[in-house]
């Protein structure tokens, strides 16, 4: 029945109750299409919302349109929301049994936290293209061709898988969905402060300091530079800025090599 | 007797300064049911989480059809199932989703998975249902889900960690019925309730737990009969209430317990009463009685009396 036992069985049936789980949230959607709209809707109306809201009142550094500077800032901050959207799911899953279900069924122990961040691989790339098609709409566009286009995209998946894996590690830390849920608005200010919306010169030095160094920032510098819009940094930068598309793949790794295996850890481990 | 296929001994759990479980042996027969009572904080949970492998014990060892929980956690969880105290289904998935998901978790064939879905929605009287989601089910429906959702292997032994709590009689009776009927085909079950008439209606067996260790076994029968019958009195003048406590305590040692402005009900140690030479003391005191009558002690006297006495020791 269930062959557990060897390495390569083992990654087999990682992968297969892995996608019965991305099945699962897709499943959930589908039940659910006003989450699904909302949370399709939500990257639109904040194109619309800071396009043409802030859009008239900020100057950008030089002088070109606001909507194409923006643009960068707004698929990083929805890069983000991957940290928030597991951690919600898998604190969900942890207060209501269901993860205990998991837990005592003969699956894949690996199975839960890597068919999670799978779903939100494909939602979240369901959320870039409406971006980008309402990116369009407003008159943004990348530059420099395909290539730099793919690049830019393909940073942010790798970005946004990283950051998957801090929501499953804070969500089962958590354990408690009520919680989780109040502690999504906690996580605003690492959008907020960084270079999306305004540059980081303004800020206080510490604050900056904190800015250049977000992981939000050096996606927005990378995804800037390589689609050609406005705002990419120039001169003399903070080195993670001089640097945005090495220092994605930094984080990106640092948080990979951290977080999984705690992940991990945390949710094989029966102390409780 | 036959072989146990569920063995706990000396399990110790501690939460922080919480012992939750101090030594903690258990022991049920194939095919028989084991109703674990308890108080609130008794431990059982935590026995039971220990037992289907989601919680390890800090000291002692039990095995699931001679599989270590600890050692050997995938051939046990290949063989339970466990239905928890609130239902452990994706409330956004139908009745049908959720058991195609769990069935193609457990490693069945799609095909397989979902022949199976239908097959337990059928017998547990939830075809009906099948498609709508879970979030609009109904307590009682939800716990059936719960149940069926621990079912889809044919599990050897099956947990079930207080699945009434909260339900109205009827729903209770359906989950009743449901167990009688996986014991019948041959299912170990290990019940923990708060519900004594529940552990009446189905254990073959009771351990009554306190303080995370077992303080008394037996057989529903045998518990009763440790501590005695019950004396009930009736008067038929409240006035006479003092008189009768009187009388009563001479008689078996002990302080009656009033049950209403006109009733008494005492414990009787041992054997020997005649419902005659009862009747006789009272009338010897002037106390007229309307009513008096011997019976079998309720499950609950037994478990108030075993779980005070530990109170008092301690
Ligand atoms: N995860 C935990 N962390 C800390 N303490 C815990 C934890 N789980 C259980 N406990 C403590 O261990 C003791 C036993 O708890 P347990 O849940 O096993 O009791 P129970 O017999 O199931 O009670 P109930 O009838 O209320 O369900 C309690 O004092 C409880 O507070
Ligand atoms: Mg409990």
Redesign the interface.
Known sequence: MTALTSPLGRLRWTLTDGLTLVGRELGRLRHDPGELVAALIFPAVMVLLFGYVFGSAIQVPDGGDYREYLMPGLFAMVTFSALMGVMTRMAADASRGVMDRFRSMPMARLAVPFGQTGADLLTGLLMLAIMVGAGLLVGWQPHRGLIPTAQAFLLMVVLRYALSWVGVYVGLAVKNDQVADAMVPLFLPFTMLSNAFVPTDGMPGWLRFLADWNPVSALTAASRELFGNPGAPSGSVAWPLAHPVATVLLWSAALLLIFVPLSLRAYTRRGR | MPDPIVVAEGLHKSFGDTHALRGLDLSVPRGTVCGVLGPNGAGKTTAV?IL?????PDAGHARIAGYDVVREA?QV??R?G?A???????????GR?NLR??G????LPRREAHRRADELLERFGLMEAADR?VSGYSGGMRRRLDLI??LI?RPEVLFLDEPTTGLDPRSRGEIWDHVRELVADGTTVLLTTQYLDEADQLADDIAVVDHGQVIATGTPDELKATIGDRLDVVLDDPAALPAAMTVLNTLTGTDPTTTGADRLSVALPGGGFRLADIVRDLDHAGVAAADVSLRRPTLDEVFLRLTDRKETVR
């Open positions: 989480r289907a492998t989601l919680s390890d995938d969880r290949a339970i466990l928890g105290q609130y239902a452990a289904v994706d409330e956004k998935l139908t989703g998901m769990f193609r978790l457990c490693h989601q959702a621990s292997l």
